[in-house]
């Protein structure tokens, strides 16, 4: 049978022998981050008197949204820009709009859930001829 002083020895050197056994440097690694670029969608196409055009895009995951309508006929008649959801009785249900002329700087931007949305160009009440556009969308 072992003394007090005998086992308090012993537990003392079993210490000292594990920390000797120990490394000195020690590793942690931490999770990376994973970052998605950004998606940038250009929509090209024209758009009727009275009328819109629309394209559908899809996020698979949540974050920001920019919609930039960079061209427009001559560029000195301003167009309706929208965002939203694709609707069953119209192609796009409009959540957010502006009425712009268009430019380099995003004219919409907004945060969104991963989803289906959609971006719209429509006719203000301007127009008197069919008329071109472009629309750049950025999104996750």
Request: glycine share 10%; hydrophobic share 40%; charged share 10%.
């Amino acid at each position: 049978m072992m003394a007090i002083s005998q086992r308090i020895a012993f537990v003392a050197l079993a210490a000292a022998m594990s920390a000797a056994c120990g490394s000195s440097s020690s590793t942690t690694t931490s999770p990376s981050a994973t970052s998605t670029s950004p998606v940038t969608d250009t929509f090209a196409s024209e758009v009727a008197v009275r009328g819109s055009a629309s394209r559908a895009f899809t996020m698979t995951t949540a974050g920001t949204v920019k919609v930039t309508l960079t061209t427009f006929g001559n560029g000195t008649i301003p167009a309706g820009v929208g965002i939203g959801v694709p609707g069953s009785g119209a192609p796009c249900s409009l959540e957010q709009s502006v009425v712009t002329p268009p430019g380099d700087t995003p004219q919409i931007v907004t945060s969104a859930d991963a989803g289906t949305y959609c971006a719209q160009v429509y006719d203000t009440g301007s127009l008197i001829q069919d008329t071109s556009f472009s629309l750049v969308i950025e999104h996750p």
